[in-house]
C-alpha cells in the first residue's frame, strides 16, 4: 500500500531526527487497545483547547514534556538497561520516555522513586516543528495521523494501545489512556510547535519494586497490521 509506505517512510525519518519527530512507548503487533475493541471507549480526548495555563493539565504536561525531553534527551534516546530515571526531574510528577520504535526497551531506574511521585508518559507522540505549515494544516496532518473515524492522509490509526503497572492495565484502576492535543509551544527554536498523541497519567507510586510497560503504535486503517510500534518496560523501586 503506497500510503503506508509514506507513512512508514515519514515516521523513519522522524526516528532519526528529522522536523517530524515522533516518539512512542511500547510496542506490540497485532493487537487493538487492550481489552477494549472500541477505541472511542478505551480513551478520552483532551482538547488543544483545554487551558494549557493550568498547572499539570493534561496539554500543560505534554509541553513540559517535550521541554523535559529537548533539554536532557535531545536525540530522543532514553537508553536501555539502567538509566537515570531522575535525570531533569522536578516535582510530583516525573516523565518517562519511549522509542523510535526500532526495539522493544527495558529499562531499570537507579535511583530509588520517591513514594508519590506520579509518571507521565506517551505511547504514541508526535511533534511537527520546523515545517512550512500553517497551523491549521499542522493540525490537519497530526489528526490525520491519529484518526480513527475515517482514513487520513497515511489511511493509518493508533492501534496497540496498553499500559500496565505491576501486570494490571492502568484502565482497570481508573486511568485513562488519553489522546491530547498541545495548544502552539516553543520547540526547538519554533515558536509554533504542535504536538499530538496519547498519553497515561500513573496513579500515585506505593512504595515496593513495581514493573511499568506501555506500549503504541500506529497500524494500517482498518487492519491490525502495525506499520509502526513500539514496546518500553521500565523496572523501579519505590521508597
Same mark, same amino acid.
Given at each position: 500500500?503506497?500510503? *503506508?509506505?509514506?507513512?512508514?517512510?515519514?515516521?523513519?525519518?522522524?526516528?532519526?531526527?528529522? *522536523?517530524?519527530?515522533?516518539?512512542?512507548?511500547?510496542?506490540?503487533?497485532?493487537?487493538?487497545?487492550?481489552?477494549? *475493541?472500541?477505541?472511542?471507549?478505551s480513551y478520552k480526548k483532551s482538547s488543544y483547547k483545554e487551558k494549557s495555563d493550568k498547572k499539570n493539565? +493534561? +496539554?500543560?504536561?505534554? /509541553?513540559?514534556?517535550?521541554?523535559?525531553?529537548?533539554?536532557?534527551?535531545?536525540?530522543?534516546?532514553?537508553?536501555?538497561?539502567?538509566?537515570?530515571?531522575?535525570?531533569?526531574?522536578?516535582?510530583?510528577?516525573?516523565?518517562?520516555?519511549?522509542?523510535g520504535g526500532d526495539a522493544p526497551a527495558e529499562r531499570t531506574c537507579l535511583q530509588r522513586i520517591p513514594?508519590?511521585?506520579?509518571?507521565?508518559?506517551?505511547? /504514541?507522540?508526535?511533534?511537527?516543528?520546523? $515545517?512550512?505549515?500553517?497551523?491549521? $494544516? @499542522? @493540525?490537519?496532518?497530526?489528526?490525520?495521523?491519529?484518526?480513527?473515524? /475515517?482514513?487520513?492522509?497515511?489511511? +493509518?490509526?493508533? !492501534?496497540?494501545?496498553?499500559?500496565?503497572?505491576?501486570?494490571?492495565?492502568?484502565?482497570?484502576?481508573?486511568?485513562?489512556i488519553e489522546r491530547v492535543q498541545s495548544p502552539l509551544f516553543t520547540y526547538l527554536g519554533d515558536n509554533?510547535?504542535?504536538?499530538?498523541?496519547?498519553?497515561?497519567?500513573?496513579?500515585?507510586?506505593? @512504595?515496593?519494586?513495581?514493573?511499568?510497560?506501555?506500549?503504541?503504535?500506529? !497500524?494500517?486503517?482498518?487492519?491490525?497490521?502495525?506499520?509502526?510500534? /513500539?514496546?518500553?518496560?521500565?523496572?523501579?523501586?519505590? @521508597?
Amino acid at each position: 500500500m503506497k500510503s *503506508s509506505k509514506k507513512l512508514a517512510s515519514l515516521l523513519l525519518s522522524a526516528a532519526i531526527g528529522s *522536523s517530524l519527530s515522533m516518539t512512542t512507548a511500547p510496542a506490540f503487533a497485532e493487537k487493538k487497545a487492550e481489552g477494549n *475493541s472500541d477505541k472511542n471507549n478505551s480513551y478520552k480526548k483532551s482538547s488543544y483547547k483545554e487551558k494549557s495555563d493550568k498547572k499539570n493539565s +493534561a +496539554a500543560q504536561l505534554v /509541553v513540559d514534556w517535550y521541554g523535559w525531553q529537548e533539554a536532557n534527551y535531545p536525540d530522543f534516546d532514553f537508553g536501555v538497561g539502567l538509566v537515570d530515571c531522575s535525570l531533569g526531574q522536578k516535582g510530583n510528577i516525573w516523565f518517562l520516555g519511549g522509542t523510535g520504535g526500532d526495539a522493544p526497551a527495558e529499562r531499570t531506574c537507579l535511583q530509588r522513586i520517591p513514594a508519590g511521585k506520579q509518571f507521565f508518559f506517551p505511547l /504514541v507522540n508526535l511533534v511537527v516543528w520546523d $515545517e512550512p505549515l500553517n497551523t491549521a $494544516e @499542522r @493540525r490537519q496532518l497530526l489528526d490525520d495521523i491519529y484518526s480513527d473515524q /475515517v482514513p487520513g492522509a497515511f489511511a +493509518a490509526e493508533t !492501534c496497540l494501545l496498553s499500559a500496565t503497572l505491576d501486570g494490571t492495565p492502568v484502565i482497570f484502576d481508573g486511568i485513562p489512556i488519553e489522546r491530547v492535543q498541545s495548544p502552539l509551544f516553543t520547540y526547538l527554536g519554533d515558536n509554533e510547535a504542535l504536538a499530538d498523541g496519547f498519553w497515561v497519567l500513573s496513579p500515585k507510586l506505593k @512504595r515496593g519494586e513495581h514493573t511499568l510497560s506501555f506500549t503504541g503504535g500506529l !497500524c494500517q486503517f482498518g487492519s491490525n497490521i502495525s506499520v509502526f510500534e /513500539v514496546d518500553v518496560t521500565y523496572s523501579f523501586t519505590v @521508597r
